[in-house]
C-alpha cells in the first residue's frame, strides 16, 4: 500500500481553489504512475467529488491497487543459437504455468536482473560475449490483469 504523503506530493491541486478537471485528471496519472513503478500496473484511482452544504468541494481519490500482474508469456526474437526455452529457462521471469504453484507473477526488480545480468550469463557462458538485450517490451492487459513480455536480442559471435 502507497503511503498518502507519497502520493499527496504528485497531486498538484491546491485546497480553496477552483477545481480544474484537467489537473484532476493529471492527479490521476502522477499517481498511477507511481503505482506502476511500485509494480501495481492493475490499480485503478478514480476522483470521487462531493458538494458541501457550503458550495465548496470535497475531492478524494479512490485507489483499488487490484491484484498483482501475471506474465502470460515470454517470446524472444533474434535467437538462433540458444532455444526459447534455454533463455526463458535461465531467467526468473517466467509465465504462469497450468499448475497453482506458477503463478508468474511480474517483478520489476527481477525483470531487470533477467535483463541486465541472467541474459548476458546464460549467453556468456556458452561463449557468446558480444550478446546484446536490442529491446525489450511488456505488454499489459489491464482487463485480464496479465503481461506479455516480447525480447528482442542480438547474439554475436560464439567464441
Given at each position: 500500500?502507497?503511503?498518502?504523503?507519497?502520493?499527496?506530493?504528485?497531486?498538484d491541486?491546491?485546497?480553496?481553489?477552483?477545481?480544474?478537471?484537467?489537473?484532476v485528471?493529471?492527479?490521476?496519472?502522477?499517481?498511477?504512475?507511481?503505482?506502476?513503478?511500485?509494480?501495481?500496473?492493475?490499480?485503478?484511482?478514480?476522483?470521487?467529488t462531493?458538494?458541501?452544504?457550503?458550495?465548496?468541494?470535497?475531492l478524494?481519490?479512490?485507489?483499488?491497487?487490484?491484484?498483482?500482474?501475471?506474465?502470460?508469456?515470454?517470446?524472444?526474437?533474434?535467437?538462433?543459437?540458444?532455444?526459447?526455452?534455454?533463455?526463458?529457462?535461465?531467467?526468473?521471469?517466467?509465465?504462469e504455468?497450468?499448475?497453482?504453484?506458477?503463478?508468474?507473477?511480474?517483478?520489476e526488480?527481477?525483470?531487470?536482473?533477467?535483463?541486465?545480468e541472467r541474459?548476458?550469463?546464460?549467453?556468456?557462458k556458452?561463449?557468446?560475449?558480444?550478446?546484446?538485450v536490442?529491446?525489450?517490451?511488456?505488454?499489459?492487459?489491464?482487463?485480464?490483469?496479465?503481461?506479455?513480455?516480447?525480447?528482442?536480442?542480438?547474439?554475436?559471435?560464439?567464441?
Amino acid at each position: 500500500q502507497q503511503d498518502a504523503g507519497g502520493l499527496r506530493d504528485k497531486v498538484d491541486l491546491l485546497v480553496g481553489q477552483p477545481l480544474d478537471p484537467a489537473k484532476v485528471a493529471r492527479a490521476v496519472q502522477r499517481m498511477d504512475s507511481v503505482y506502476q513503478s511500485k509494480g501495481f500496473y492493475l490499480a485503478r484511482i478514480k476522483p470521487d467529488t462531493t458538494v458541501r452544504e457550503d458550495g465548496s468541494i470535497s475531492l478524494r481519490f479512490r485507489v483499488d491497487e487490484g491484484r498483482h500482474l501475471a506474465v502470460s508469456g515470454v517470446r524472444i526474437n533474434g535467437n538462433t543459437k540458444l532455444s526459447e526455452k534455454e533463455v526463458v529457462g535461465a531467467m526468473q521471469t517466467k509465465p504462469e504455468g497450468f499448475f497453482w504453484w506458477r503463478k508468474g507473477a511480474f517483478d520489476e526488480e527481477k525483470y531487470q536482473g533477467d535483463l541486465s545480468e541472467r541474459l548476458p550469463e546464460v549467453y556468456g557462458k556458452r561463449g557468446f560475449i558480444d550478446f546484446q538485450v536490442l529491446k525489450d517490451t511488456v505488454i499489459i492487459d489491464r482487463e485480464r490483469g496479465k503481461a506479455f513480455i516480447d525480447i528482442t536480442v542480438k547474439e554475436g559471435p560464439q567464441y
